[in-house]
């Protein structure tokens, strides 16, 4: 994933502001081992000493998605999280704990481009991204 000063400096020379709370919540994404939710950012950004309030969360989130800094992803438990877009992965999803882990398999990164022409050819389709996550219980909750 990308530090979070390269973000900065990345939105920095497309002449946008960084406020002492953008670069905070961006440091929130970067420290996280998973993708985070807007009470997760919340959380980390009191952690952080950093008070901002829901709705200005929820726009931040806006302009990250809309300068494709981040995406959203859902996972079946009706609340939508975010992540930095980085290398493409896949995701094991703890059903009990909700503890959502990243994996690169090879073999099945292998696969894919296959897959996803197949799928253009069959259905004249054509294929944007794709998501691929895997429901289960992990180890501590098994």
Known sequence: ??????????????????????????????ESPQPVSALDIDEGLVKKGVNVNKTSIYRELEFLLNEKIIKQIQFNEGKKRYELIGDHHHHLVCEK??????????????????IEKKLQELKDFTLVDHSLEFFGVCGKCA
């Open 97 to 114: 704990c909700q503890i959502v882990e990243e994996i690169k398999i090879k073999p099945l990164e292998d696969i894919m481009p296959a």
């Open 1 to 30: 994933m990308h530090p979070a000063s390269n973000l900065v400096d990345q939105l920095r020379l497309q002449g946008f502001r960084i406020t002492k709370k953008r670069k905070a919540l961006l440091e929130v994404f970067q």
